[in-house]
């Protein structure tokens, strides 16, 4: 454990001066290889899909800011879910949200699903669906909490007590929380997930994913799908990672206030319904937001009634830009059934409760005098 708090942490760990140069920030190794020492003796380092220094001090600040034991950077965040899952065998089970972004139902669905992995979507927001779907061949069950865009949580800690009482490993994607707002393992879950192309990289100019694993046996199984497998980030994805993460407390401070003035502004508009948002007394699970999140972030979704209106209010919006994505510091606003979601089938569309007036926000760092106008002028023409 470290004696640092968090920002100290953000600032520091992993990211410490060059010890040859002096350089404050990490230097960015673009080297395919390394000079080797002798026969089968190296610096640390011998060819970077196996590793490299820049790389290292990005997992080196991931571990420590999700109190693991090791950190592992991939190309994107959907790389990183496909190497939490690579490890798995024909025959085993796994458990995975309803509700999970849908990129991960996709590359369950079409991939691994075919590699003989029994894939079973849950309620993971129903303890006693959870506790009733482990089988003996179960091996990992995968949550997203809060769910996106409908924002139902999952009890991270209640979840990993059911799990490990059957020796099941409990997954966790962070993402939306960011590694500032939840701390999944201190919850008792056994690996992080993070798409760091949001809240830890923060500024939407690069794609990238990790795992934080909170065991030895967790860091040599990743250290082994990076190397097998390859989807590791490049050293420069790895610095501007490193570079976000030193602002990422500041800016989740930002985007939590922000979140929480906009969704006070919505929770009270005539034209606004369904609106959801961990923090508001109204949410269903307010009390396990309290509970189990440091903050409620900045992400929310409500509807508008129909895909018409939904158009219109996007078409309407001038500082908000239409995009997918969240985390950075500029507010978009999207339309989920035909972006993040559009990868679902209909009927998946539907169980996910997610309708053709569903538009999901994240709200940036700016003022937020000027988000509340500008969602003001832009529900006017709704
Ligand atoms: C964006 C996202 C992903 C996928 O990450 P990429 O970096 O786009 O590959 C996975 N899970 C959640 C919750 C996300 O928001």
């Not at 454990?1 to 953000?10: D, E, G, I, Q, R």
């Amino acid at each position: 454990m470290s004696p640092y708090k968090y920002s100290t942490l953000a600032v520091h760990a992993g990211q410490y001066p060059d010890p040859q140069t002096g350089a404050v920030n990490v230097p960015v190794y673009l080297s395919s290889t390394f000079e080797l020492t002798g026969i089968g003796t190296d610096r640390g380092w011998d060819y970077s899909r196996a590793g490299n220094p820049t790389r290292d001090r990005l997992e080196e600040a991931l571990a420590a800011l999700e109190g693991g034991v090791s950190g592992h950077a991939f190309a994107s965040g959907m790389a990183a879910i496909a190497a939490l899952v690579a490890p798995l065998h024909a025959g085993d089970h796994l458990l995975c949200s309803h509700n999970v972004y849908a990129g991960t139902v996709r590359l369950f669905n079409q991939f691994v699903r075919h590699q003989g992995i029994d894939i079973e979507y849950v309620d993971t927001s129903n303890l006693e669906a959870v506790a009733a779907a482990i089988r003996p061949a179960t091996k990992l069950i995968h949550i997203e909490t809060p769910s996106n865009p409908t924002m139902v949580l999952s009890d991270i800690h209640a979840i990993s007590e059911i799990a490990h009482a059957k020796g099941v490993e409990v997954s966790v994607d962070n993402t939306f929380m960011s590694p500032v707002l939840q701390s999944p393992l201190a919850l008792g879950a056994d690996i992080v997930m993070h798409s760091t192309t949001k809240y830890l990289n923060g500024h939407s100019d690069g794609i990238g994913g990790a795992l934080i694993g909170s065991t030895p046996e967790h860091k040599e199984r990743f250290l082994l799908v990076q190397k097998a497998a390859g989807a590791i980030l490049s050293p420069f994805e790895c610095f501007l990672v490193l570079r976000g993460i030193k602002t990422m407390p500041l800016r989740v401070r930002q985007h939590e206030e922000n979140g929480r003035a906009v969704a006070e502004y919505l929770s009270t508009h005539a034209k606004v319904s369904r609106l959801a948002y961990p923090g508001l007394k109204s949410h269903p699970q307010h009390e396990l937001a309290v509970r189990q999140q440091k903050g409620f972030g900045s992400m929310m979704s409500f509807d508008l009634g129909s895909r018409e209106k939904a158009g219109r209010f996007l078409g309407a919006l001038k500082i908000f830009i239409n995009a997918e994505s969240l985390g950075g510091v500029e507010s978009l606003a999207s339309h989920s059934a035909t972006t993040t979601h559009a990868a679902l089938t209909d009927a998946e569309r539907a169980a996910a409760g997610i309708t053709e007036g569903i538009i999901r926000l994240s709200i940036g760092i700016e003022d937020k005098e000027d988000l509340i106008a500008d969602l003001e002028q832009a529900l006017q023409t709704v």
